[in-house]
């Protein structure tokens, strides 16, 4: 069983960065595929990032290209989301999740394992 603890959420303005971080624990994570998701008041969860074991495959939603980067450290079992130039659309509950599988996936039904989450929030 895998264990998923999200941090680093906070109220950040408009054009500011912030840094997620997923700790896991439990399992085998250099053999899991990871992703990052999130939820907005009244919406369904959509997909961000997501990155294979290796991390040399990485996926991103269009709304997040070129302002979000997902890395991974698979020696202290950590998974990071750098999120530049925030925009108040940007606000929700962001998630990890891990799959056991090797290939990174843009379907949350593919994934097993999710964390609490950790609220973003972007002010205009």
């Known amino acids: 069983q895998v264990q998923l603890v999200e941090s680093g959420g906070e109220l950040v303005q408009a054009g500011g960065s912030l840094r997620l971080s997923c700790a896991a624990s439990?399992?085998?994570?250099?053999?899991?595929?990871m992703g990052w998701f999130r939820q907005a008041p009244g919406k369904e969860r959509e997909f961000v990032v997501a990155i294979s074991w290796s991390g040399t495959s990485t996926y991103y939603a269009d709304s997040v290209k070129g302002r979000f980067t997902i890395s991974r450290d698979n020696a202290k079992n950590t998974v990071y989301l750098q999120m530049n130039s925030l925009k108040p659309e940007d606000t929700a509950i962001y998630y990890c999740?891990?799959?056991?599988?090797?290939?990174?996936?843009?379907?949350?039904?593919?994934?097993?394992?999710w964390g609490q989450g950790t609220q973003v929030t972007v002010s205009s």
């Open positions: 439990g399992g085998t994570f250099s053999r899991n595929a």
């Open positions: 999740a891990a799959r056991r599988g090797v290939a990174a996936s843009t379907n949350r039904v593919m994934y097993d394992y």
